[in-house]
């Protein structure tokens, strides 16, 4: 038997110009990560997988990856199944999606389930100074790396009309719902498991 993309994509038995959105859609899935139902330029293409879910969950599964759902806030995420495939972030980055994370928790304790959780920058650079000491606190253009990363991938979203200035530390950033998704912590006893991996130690 001879295996193509037609042929295998004729096999789910959608429609022709369906089957042909298909592979441009998986790629943009695999190269973001995160579909947002709320972001215009993602909102097409989010309630496409959608419909389709079962198709881009078996091609997916193929693959190597899975494919998750956020059913509250909307949002569509690839996970690797395996090492070879995963993001890749170095110790800082690492350490400032636990920060988020954290405060993501905390914040939300506070708020309606209509709500994201808001910080300011200063916010963020206290939590990781509190988590790693000050030894280990990021110079400002590392700060402005990172965050624009993770900006990109749509964990974070600046207020206020304002563009992304690290050196103001009253800005705030809004943490979305695929903040959750990338560190997935059920229970405060997880989170307190991440934050012993980084945390130091008191001198005795």
């Known amino acids: 038997m001879t295996f193509s993309t037609d042929t295998i994509l004729e096999s789910t038995a959608l429609p022709e110009k369906t089957r042909r959105e ?5 790629n943009r899935l ?5 579909l947002y139902q709320e972001d215009e330029a993602d909102k097409e293409d989010y309630y496409f997988v959608h419909r389709h879910r079962a198709v881009f969950t078996a091609l997916l599964a193929v693959s190597g990856f899975t494919l998750l759902h956020d059913d509250y806030h909307r949002i569509f995420q690839v996970v690797s199944d395996f090492g070879d495939c995963r993001r890749r972030y170095k110790l800082d980055e ?11 928790e905390e914040q939300s304790e506070q708020l309606s389930l209509a709500q994201d959780p808001v910080v300011t920058i200063g916010e963020i650079r206290e939590e990781y100074r509190t988590i790693t000491g000050k030894e280990r606190v990021l110079g400002i253009g590392r700060y402005d790396a990172i965050l624009r990363r993770l900006r990109r991938l749509g964990l974070i979203e600046q207020l206020d009309g304002r563009s992304l200035d690290v050196h103001d530390s009253e800005a705030r950033l809004r943490l979305r719902g695929s903040v959750k998704m990338i560190l997935p912590v059920q229970t405060a006893e997880e989170m307190e498991a991440w934050l ?8 005795t």
Request: aromatic residues 10%; glycine residues 4%; hydrophobic residues 45%.
């Open 22 to 26: 298909i592979p441009r859609v998986m």
């Open 30 to 34: 695999l190269g973001h990560t995160f």
């Open 94 to 104: 690492s350490l400032i999606i636990l920060v988020l994370r954290k405060l993501y």
């Open 196 to 203: 012993r991996r980084y945390r130091v130690k008191p001198e």
